[in-house]
């Protein structure tokens, strides 16, 4: 009896020395993904790192801990649980200092001698908690009520092991339940990725990835079910849920659509390419516009001009970077701004801000292509203090010569500063450290997103940047983009 007692004092030590450790021990695992991208969960302690060299800069490279502690699961069992574990002790304990006194009362008249104070009844119903196996406790109480009180101790002995012993069970269970949800999320996520192979593109020749995949399509093409696309997509910071359907005009009777958008990271707002350009395009609305950042990355690349995106933040309330307003410290604008005065870093930058039109909250417009560049709507005159161009007639140029070929090639209209104003005076290109030439230029959804031709329309609005902005005979030569692969990997910008 006494080797089964020193057993049990044994494991209640053990169960105290791990609680502690992982008590202590989950914070510096906190510590450790809050350090890190986490791409599931703390539980299977797969972080993400950057890259090393010669790998994909655009993704990330998932590591496994393998060597991971042999007690993982029972520390996660007992970090969950350290809550409802702290609870049942603390009234355990208020039991036993209750009871302790109860039997104080009882047995100090009838044996006076033994029970002279208080702690002598809290220790002997303390060693009776735990089986007594040093024989410590004093007499036994000979009163019907300590009896009673010492038969109730009794319980409250085997109480004290067996509620904590269930509880850490629980914890246990779900802690391996969790942990095997998360390599399916993990699995799953490895499967969604699958479904943005590059597909060709007819008008151009080139391979591009999809722009975005419905959730029906991902059902029937891959076997996913909804929740378990849902799941990845909350746990991968490279998808998020789009709903097409406001990307029509109310006078077009659009059906929600839900979807799912692939995007790239390589900033804590989203991204920044610097290819050495004097052009910049900056897609500010990525978060909230589905399709704007898949036609607006391409753009870039086909023209090899810089590129930033907003990929992260919330959407609501959405704070855009598209206005500067610093008082508001919205996550990652200042980065951004830090990330923009780089690349746009003279009088002749040019800093192109795309961003969709005649959607779900706007009419369906004559024209598709709208160019501003800084004035109240209506007002086009070159001569306002108010603009935001430096090279006015390279403007004109380029203006008059894209409206040409859209108009001859596509059958599509542009305007001037005709349906928006640009007049706001926190646009972020007020604020820049050199004044730059600054064109914002919204696209109708309808080009965007329905139209077949949308790729090699950005491939002519590329050409027509370089050749009258930038003074080049045409678009760089992108070998990338004839290379069939999945998403935006292997590209080198």
């Not at 510590?31 to 800069?57: N, P, R």
């Not at 702690?119 to 000979?142: H, N, R, Y």
């Not at 009180?149 to 802690?175: C, D, E, K, T, Y």
């Not at 690349?343 to 002749?348: F, K, P, Q, R």
């Amino acid at each position: 009896m006494r080797l089964v007692n020193k057993y049990i004092i044994c494991l209640s030590l053990l169960i105290v020395t791990l609680f502690a450790s992982c008590v202590s021990g989950s914070d510096e695992q906190n510590k450790v993904v809050s350090d890190s991208i986490v791409l599931i969960s703390d539980q299977t302690q797969e972080v993400v790192a950057a890259a090393d060299d010669g790998a994909d800069d655009n993704y990330v490279v998932v590591q496994h801990h393998t060597d991971r502690n042999p007690f993982y699961l029972l520390q996660q069992a007992f970090a969950k649980t350290k809550s409802q574990l702290l609870v049942t002790f603390e009234l355990m304990l208020v039991l036993l200092l209750v009871l302790s006194f109860i039997l104080y009362l009882a047995e100090h008249f009838a044996q006076p001698t033994v029970y002279k104070h208080f702690p002598t009844s809290l220790l002997w119903t303390f060693v009776k908690c735990i089986q007594d196996p040093g024989e410590m406790a004093p007499p036994k109480p000979i009163t019907l009520l300590g009896r009673i009180v010492a038969n109730v101790i009794g319980l409250l002995g085997v109480a004290v092991f067996a509620i904590p012993a269930g509880i850490v069970s629980s914890g246990f269970i779900g802690a391996m339940e969790e942990e095997q949800q998360a390599i399916q999320i993990h699995e799953n996520i490895k499967t969604l990725h699958l479904a943005f192979e590059r597909k060709l593109d007819r008008p151009t020749g080139y391979q591009i990835a999809p722009k975005y995949i419905s959730i029906t399509e991902i059902q029937a093409r891959l076997g996913l079910k909804e929740d378990e696309i849902l799941d990845a997509v909350r746990n991968d910071d490279h998808y998020r849920l789009i709903n097409v359907g406001v990307t029509q005009t109310a006078e077009e009777h659009p059906q929600d659509m839900l979807a799912v958008e692939l995007y790239t990271l390589n900033t804590v707002y989203g991204q920044c390419i610097d290819r050495g350009s004097k052009v910049t395009i900056f897609s500010p609305g990525n978060i909230v516009d589905p399709i704007m950042g898949w036609w607006s990355y391409y753009l870039a690349m086909i023209g090899g001009f810089n590129y930033i995106s907003r990929e992260l933040g919330q959407t609501r309330p959405y704070l855009s970077y598209y206005t500067y307003k610093p008082e508001l410290n919205i996550p990652g604008n200042t980065e951004f701004m830090e990330d923009m005065n780089y690349l746009a870093n003279a009088s002749d930058s040019w800093v192109f801000t795309l961003m969709p039109s005649s959607g779900q909250f706007e009419p369906k417009y004559p024209t598709q292509f709208h160019f501003s560049y800084g004035l109240k709507k209506g007002e086009t005159a070159f001569s306002n203090p108010n603009i935001t161009l430096n090279d006015t007639l390279a403007f004109d140029a380029f203006y008059h010569s894209l409206s040409d070929v859209l108009e001859n090639r596509y059958s599509l209209c542009a305007d001037k500063q005709k349906y928006h104003n640009n007049s706001n005076p926190a646009l972020f290109a007020r604020h820049l450290e050199n004044k730059v030439n600054a064109v914002s230029l919204r696209v109708a959804w309808s080009v965007i997103c329905w139209d077949m031709r949308a790729i090699k329309i950005a491939r002519d609005i590329a050409e027509a940047i370089n050749r009258e902005l930038l003074g080049l005979d045409g678009n760089p030569d992108v070998p990338e983009l004839k290379v069939k692969d999945i998403g935006y990997e292997g590209y080198t910008n």
